[in-house]
């Protein structure tokens, strides 16, 4: 089971990038995903979550109406749209898999983005 998270990059503030995470060798379509980030020096914090349908979203309140989970299950990827990032955004971006609620047991490897002010 491996999760492939990709998108990451540098960006300047106010600008977009769009993360997706791929997971393969068993199928997530049933389960929530979400995506978590960690700051240099700070804990892992939740940013986003999605139900198996992509009906019910949950976001951190410091990224309601700039960031937006989306996921596709015919290509078992979740994706995360970030908009107006803003350089304390900076983290590591990691996608996982919830195969039982709010326990999220399945991880990628993460992907990194810089903002910059």
């Known amino acids: 089971v491996q999760l492939q998270a990709s998108g990451g990059g540098l960006v300047q503030a106010g600008g977009s990038l769009r993360l997706s995470c791929a997971a393969s060798?068993?199928?997530?379509?049933?389960?929530?995903m979400g995506w978590f980030r960690q700051a240099p020096g700070k804990e892992r914090e939740f940013v986003a979550s999605i139900s198996w349908s992509g009906a019910i979203t949950y976001y951190a309140d410091s990224m309601k109406g700039r960031f937006t989970i989306s996921r596709d299950n015919a290509k078992n990827t979740v994706y995360l749209q970030m908009n107006s990032l803003k350089p304390e955004d900076t983290a590591v971006y990691y996608c996982?898999?919830?195969?039982?609620?709010?326990?999220?047991?399945?991880w990628g490897q993460g992907t990194l983005v810089t903002v910059s002010s």
């Open positions: 996982a898999v919830a195969t039982r609620p709010n326990l999220y047991d399945y």
């Open positions: 060798g068993r199928t997530f379509s049933s389960y929530a």
